[in-house]
């Protein structure tokens, strides 16, 4: 909580003259009762604010809302309690703050015109009271003057450092991973802390994280903890309360893995018009179930969120297809996007090419991992990925490559497609290759070329580009270790299947392969 509260009644205008209303919004479990709490207490503190806590969490009616402020106030209820209440509100004398926690409830439909009149005839007529509400869901007024705080999750330093001041006996090494697993959300940290107070085992609860992180959020919910400290339940309520809309939206954008702009949801949601594309995302903001960074511009689904969105499709028939849909839609378009940063990347202007790819590699990785299992994307994936390999090996470190082209030369193998596993193989030698300092050829490049150009004769793939990239390459070889009869056959050969594809930019990197190896052996 002090993570959070740090200089937190500075910044929160809840002592200004003109600031009537603060609203904390957040997802669930993310600290919004602990801050308003917190701020509380350090008002109490200084002594001239006299603070009541009423918790508005399970109420549904204006009634029932005033009877529990009254309570607070010490005042027995009459028969006409929100007359009442707006009236000893409206003649404190001492300065007050009262605290409406958990408030989205009284956002309902049924009983949120009410509610927001209430508080706003007090906020206008209660010259000495401010009100701080807590809610998951974001709340407006309009004629009075208001501050909205929005509560996002801990960074990692912070997260590591609540989880060991709550549970010491964890190497800092454990922490560390521990608060990555739990997404810096404070109920998820502290659940932690309590399982392993228990005696839970820390690092078998990080392999737990690890093989599956939604089941093992799902397994928090323990019995020891009440219905509204168990994440996934309030997430569930949260979810519900989302317009048959915005719960289609919020399935398909959980596919992204990382940050993404209005014009990237698009492409997922392209019935819509900017504008109410726009108010929709706006809409999921609002309801804590998006976050969004106004410096940057950008929409993200916490990775909690995101992983209550996958279980949500395993649990709902009629949501599968929606996120199924999504995901291959996802999956076209950023494979699209690798060929055309490609063409881009071949032009003179390479260097915007990498920086397009280092903007979108989240997604393009992404893209790549889930289309290889896919049986409709997956051919479509690795010829892509062996398109553009040139590019790949640049952008990507060696064991980053080799990790995806791993994956894609399993599928062919198991496939029995030999021509895509000669041209992985092809892919992986060259990466080796590129990345190479020695002055000969590494083996395990030339050990691939040799296997690729061996299965590219037996399927008698004499034309294709792949196999000249394998000739010319395998030929370079060669001539690095000067085996003129080798070598000089492969690159010639190379040079005309690309001349036949008028290929012109790799007719030249033919030649330049020819060149070199000719200048070695003089």
Known sequence: TEIYTLSLHDALPISSDSCQIVSITGPPGFGKSAVAIQVGHELIAQGKTNVYYVSLRSLTSLNAMVNSLLGALQILAGRQPIQQARHCLRTLTKHSVIILDNAEDMLLPQVKDEFCNFIGTVAQTASHVKILITSRQSITFISVEMFELRLDSLCPDHAKELLLTLESKVSEEDAEQLANHCGGVPLVLRTTAAL????????????????????????????????????????????????????????????????????????????????????????????????????????????????????????????????????????????????????????????????????????????????????????????TAVEVTPFLAKVFRKEKFLSVFGMFTEACKASDDKKRYSDCLTSEAYCILSHCACHLPCPPAVARFKEADKIQKEIKDDSSLVRAFCLSKLGRCFGQQKDLREALPRLNEAIEIRKQHKDRIFVAVGYKDLGGKLNRLV
């Open 196 to 383: 392993l107070a228990k005696g839970v085992d820390a690092k078998a609860l990080i392999h737990e994280f690890q093989m599956s992180p939604v089941s093992t959020l799902k397994s928090f919910s323990l019995n020891s903890l009440s219905h509204e400290h168990q994440l996934f339940n309030c997430l569930r309520i949260c979810f519900s309360r989302l317009d048959h809309d915005q719960q289609v939206a919020m399935i398909s954008l959980a596919v992204f893995p990382t940050t993404f702009t209005l014009a990237d949801a698009h492409f997922l949601l392209k019935d819509l018009s900017d504008f109410k594309l726009g108010i929709l995302l706006q809409n999921l903001v609002d309801n804590s179930m998006l976050q969004f960074d106004h410096l940057l511009k950008q929409y993200y689904v916490h990775s909690i969120i995101q992983s209550f969105c996958h279980d949500r499709v395993n649990q709902e028939e009629d949501l599968y297809p929606i996120y199924q849909s999504a995901r291959k839609v996802f999956n076209i378009h950023y494979l699209g996007k690798l060929k055309e940063f490609y063409a881009v990347f071949l032009s003179q202007d390479c260097c915007q090419a990498v920086q397009l790819f280092l903007i979108n590699r989240l997604n393009i990785r992404q893209a790549l991992k889930d289309s290889v299992t896919d049986p409709d994307l997956d051919k479509m994936c690795i010829d």
